[in-house]
């Protein structure tokens, strides 16, 4: 019988409450095959044949059936760090009372319903189409801190569930304390679902969250204790330290890798994605399925977030693009490590930053530009190196090692640089320009990159500073890549970056 029921579900067809769940892990329990519907409607029944490694998810109407169906086409879901496939099934409900699992599958359906209507009713409070979504905004609580924990802390930790718009810290009868807004209430969910009580390091640093009254929070200030993530124009505020501008929103900007507190280990591993332990009796690890092996972190419903520093960058000019030139572009956003050019496809690279926060600051800016002639593509690699060549193997210069590179412009830790970084502009803003060289011997120095010099400006506070204004913002792009630290002559190098 068990096979006859699975035995037509082999394609999509028409909407169903029930939904027919494929590839589904051997590890994966009740719990996690209900968290798969569990935010977009009340789930009202399930069947698993683990031998099949197949499940049958019936959900409280077929409008909440459609939303599961119509979120998880536009991202893969996950159990357990491996994808699985969603369809509607044939069947139009699901009766499972003479099965030997029905007791099993009712007493997960219960845990959750326990679990959850006591504070939130997420189950019988839904609405029929799903999509429970309280508050975009949460609020945060840190006890048995033996650590600071700063907003740069926070940040890394919230925006692995979605996009983080706004936060706020402060202290409240001696605890610290935070509000936090994501740009969609799903991703808050997530968030609050698999973070409560989970603790930063082992032993100390407890997370406490909930959803928060508040329907979006006002930012007067961007400082080391709130910032808005869509506003650059704020004010630092008197006496206190400004952050530098985020690669996007809902990543984390650059700021030092967190090390943590001396004598704790890590139970929230930032390099490897969230190590969160089982809630018990409710969603336990299906909220957020991870892989410290991979380094890959998958919450269900979401995009997985690749953790690594090693960049792909694509759609290359290969006659005119280096090492050297992808060093110095990329360099603008991070301190790239290590750059290869393929042998076999020399149109691609992989180019390795510091961090995977300087990463994504590359991508936001640079995916999409135009160099050399073609529109450059960045996106995270599968990679979570760059391999050097073997002893004796020669790679024809293809792949160079930046590590101790003097040029790195972040390598000191509150550098004025990292209040600098700006995205590519026709205009350059130049530095350490030597007082022997003048205003036409430097336009004359960028024509002969091929570039139409439109505009030029010596800085009246500085002399040594100055802007010039290019033909296009392809030109000033190349044009950086050639005169970044072009040598004038005693131990003067010109410094080139983007303006604001």
Not at 93 to 108: S, V
Not at 395 to 401: A, N
Not at 405 to 414: I, M, Y
Not at 435 to 447: I, Q, Y
Request: one cysteine or more.
């Amino acid at each position: 019988n068990k096979k006859k029921k699975f035995k037509r579900d082999g394609w999509p067809h028409s909407p169903s409450r029930v939904l027919h769940i494929r590839q589904i892990p051997g590890q994966a329990t009740e719990s996690d095959i209900i968290s798969l519907g569990l935010p977009f409607g009340k789930v009202t029944n399930i069947l698993m044949l683990k031998g099949k490694k197949q499940a049958l998810l019936e959900m409280a109407s077929e409008d909440s059936a459609r939303a599961v169906m119509k979120y998880y086409t536009m991202a893969t879901p996950h159990l357990h760090s491996q994808p699985v496939q969603i369809q509607y099934s044939y069947h139009k409900e699901l009766k499972t009372d003479n099965l030997a699992n029905h007791a099993r599958a009712q007493a997960a359906l219960q845990a959750v319903n326990t679990q959850q209507c006591g504070s939130l009713d997420v189950i019988n409070g839904l609405p029929p189409g799903g999509g429970f979504c309280p508050s975009s905004v949460l609020r945060i609580m840190v006890e048995n801190v033996f650590y600071p924990i700063t907003l740069e802390v926070l940040l890394q930790i919230f925006s692995k569930f979605g996009s983080v718009l706004k936060i706020i810290t402060f202290s409240k009868n001696n605890k610290f304390q935070a509000l936090l807004q994501y740009a969609d209430p799903m991703n808050a969910y997530y968030a609050k679902m698999t973070l409560d009580g989970q603790s930063i390091y082992t032993g100390c640093c407890t997370l406490h969250v909930d959803f928060s009254k508040l329907a979006n929070l006002k930012v007067r200030f961007n400082n080391e204790k709130s910032r808005d993530f869509t506003r650059f124009d704020l004010p630092s505020g008197n006496g206190h330290r400004a952050l530098a501008p985020p690669a996007a929103f809902g990543t984390p900007g650059l700021f030092p890798t967190y090390a943590g507190a001396s004598g704790f280990t890590p139970a929230l591993d930032f390099a490897q994605g969230l190590s969160v332990p089982p809630l018990p009796g409710a969603l336990c690890s299906q909220a957020m399925a991870t892989s410290a092996a991979s380094g890959q972190m998958t919450i269900p419903g979401l995009i997985s977030l690749p953790l690594t520093s090693v960049l792909l960058v694509s759609n290359l000019n290969p006659e005119a693009i280096t090492p050297h030139g992808l060093f110095i572009l990329f360099g603008v956003y991070g301190d790239v490590q290590r750059v290869k050019i393929m042998f076999k496809k020399k149109d691609n690279a992989l180019v390795q930053m510091a961090d995977v926060a300087q990463a994504q600051l590359a991508i936001f800016h640079l995916n999409g530009q135009r160099l050399y002639g073609r529109v450059l593509h960045a996106t995270f690699s599968k990679h979570y190196t760059v391999q050097l060549p073997r002893a004796g193997h020669d790679d024809y210069g293809l792949t160079k090692d930046y590590s101790h590179s003097p040029l790195h412009r972040f390598k000191n830790p509150g550098s004025k640089n990292f209040q600098n970084i700006f995205p590519p502009s026709d205009t350059l803003h130049l530095s350490n320009i030597p007082t022997f060289v003048t205003a036409e011997e430097l336009k004359d120095l960028f024509a002969s990159t091929g570039s139409t010099v439109k505009a030029f400006r010596v800085f009246q506070t500085d002399c040594r500073m100055a802007l010039i204004q290019l033909g296009s913002v392809e030109e000033a792009i190349q044009a950086l890549i050639e005169l970044h630290n072009h040598d004038f002559g005693e131990k003067h190098h010109l410094r080139v970056s983007f303006s604001k």
